[in-house]
């Protein structure tokens, strides 16, 4: 079982930035395929970021060049650096994980593809 927890949501104004982190409870951690995801009320979760085990990542087009999704094995950690934050991007944000299978960009982003997935932290932007 894998146990991830999110942290680093707040309130920022437009323009600004933050970093997400997701800490994760997990044997062989580097063999894990993870993931940012977000959720607005009332809307679908939709993927924002996903990375390979050996690090390629993918990205949605309405985040490209504004965050950044990395992984630091050592620390079992999973981070998420949003720049140029506009209000449009305040969700609750969700980092998920799977072990196994066969990674494309395009399942990386997909909800279906993940096994594990954390409480979530809100990240609000607003004048």
């Known amino acids: 079982q894998v146990q991830l927890v999110e942290s680093g949501g707040g309130s920022v104004q437009p323009g600004g930035s933050l970093r997400l982190s997701c800490a994760a409870s997990?044997?062989?951690?580097?063999?894990?395929?993870l993931a940012w995801f977000r959720q607005a009320p009332g809307m679908e979760r939709e993927g924002v970021a996903g990375?390979?085990?050996?690090?390629?990542?993918a990205y949605a087009e309405s985040v490209k060049g504004r965050f950044t999704i990395s992984r630091n094995n050592a620390k079992k950690t999973l981070y998420l650096q949003m720049n140029s934050l506009k209000p449009e991007d305040t969700a609750m944000y969700y980092c998920?994980?799977?072990?196994?299978?066969?990674?494309?960009?395009?399942?990386?982003?997909?909800?279906?593809?993940?096994?594990?997935w954390g409480q979530g932290t809100q990240v609000s932007v607003s004048s």
């Open positions: 998920a994980a799977r072990y196994g299978g066969v990674w494309t960009a395009s399942l990386s982003l997909s909800p279906g593809f993940y096994n594990y």
């Open positions: 997990a044997d062989s951690f580097d063999n894990y395929y």
């Open positions: 990375i390979h085990s050996t690090g390629n990542v």
